[in-house]
């Protein structure tokens, strides 16, 4: 794995600090890494829009102190259904090096009841139902309206038209993730997905340290669903 733009802290949910994932990111050999911690409309693992500022210094003062990678500060937004269509203000944006977006539940306006009992009980995701409609909407508002690098887990937590989204992202030069961490993309979603012309990543969407650049299983996916491993961006063969 070249870079690993997607992991978490302790400054949303995760268990490790800024340092920790770095210095694994360091061990592996990655030439780049984002801490992208959860969107502040998140209302339990969001970050405190307060402590940005920390984060920011911290990361100028780790780029001292390993001076052999790339370390970003980013957010993996939240997906709204109503304008801006993700929980980061412009301003907030600019104080970014890279902006990434999911859906999530715990967020409000994001349709958060039906996708829950969606995604236990299977209601709601047919085909057409309105559910897909609203969710695929919501994604697609987020990609048009914002300069989304990485769209994260497509397909999870609720029913999505996933070629409507690829298209979408093809379309805005944003980057399809097949996740470490959930299980979508799934192979048939990775499918769908590749008939457009859309570039893919792998995030480890790591939580604990340890986890920061774990590629294989979703590699493993890719491969399985027929998807040129040359299309994935952020790994190489050695
Ligand atoms: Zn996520
Ligand atoms: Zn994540």
Redesign the pocket.
């Known amino acids: 794995m070249i870079y690993d733009h997607?992991t978490h802290t302790t400054f949303s949910h995760g268990k490790g600090s800024i340092e920790d994932n770095v210095k694994v990111a360091v061990e592996k050999g990655l030439k780049s890494i984002a801490i992208t911690d959860?969107g502040p409309g998140h209302l339990t693992y969001g970050i405190d829009r307060d402590k940005v500022k920390a984060m920011r210094d911290e990361i100028e003062r780790l780029k001292l102190v390993y001076p052999q990678i790339e370390i970003l500060l980013g957010v993996?937004a939240n997906t709204l259904r109503v304008a801006p269509y993700i929980d980061l203000t412009e301003d907030e944006k600019k104080e970014l090096d890279i902006v990434?977006a999911?859906?999530?539940f715990g967020i409000l306006r994001a349709g958060m009841i039906p996708n829950y009992i969606s995604n236990h009980t299977g209601l709601f995701s047919g085909e057409d139902s309105s559910l897909r409609v609203e969710n695929t909407a919501m994604i697609l508002n987020a990609l048009y309206e914002n300069d989304i690098a990485i769209l994260?887990?497509p397909g999870?937590k609720g029913p999505f038209d996933i070629e409507d989204i690829a298209k979408a992202c093809a379309d805005t030069n944003t980057m399809i993730e097949i996740?470490a961490?959930?299980k979508h993309l799934t192979i048939d979603e990775i499918k769908l997905a590749a008939k457009y012309d859309v570039k893919f990543v792998i995030g480890s969407?790591a939580h604990v340290s340890s986890k920061v650049g774990s590629f294989e299983e979703p590699l493993m996916r890719a491969l399985q669903a027929g998807l040129d491993p040359e299309r994935i961006v952020n790994i190489e063969k050695i």
């Open positions: 997607h959860h993996e990434l999911g859906y999530h994260t887990h999870d996740n961490k959930h969407d």
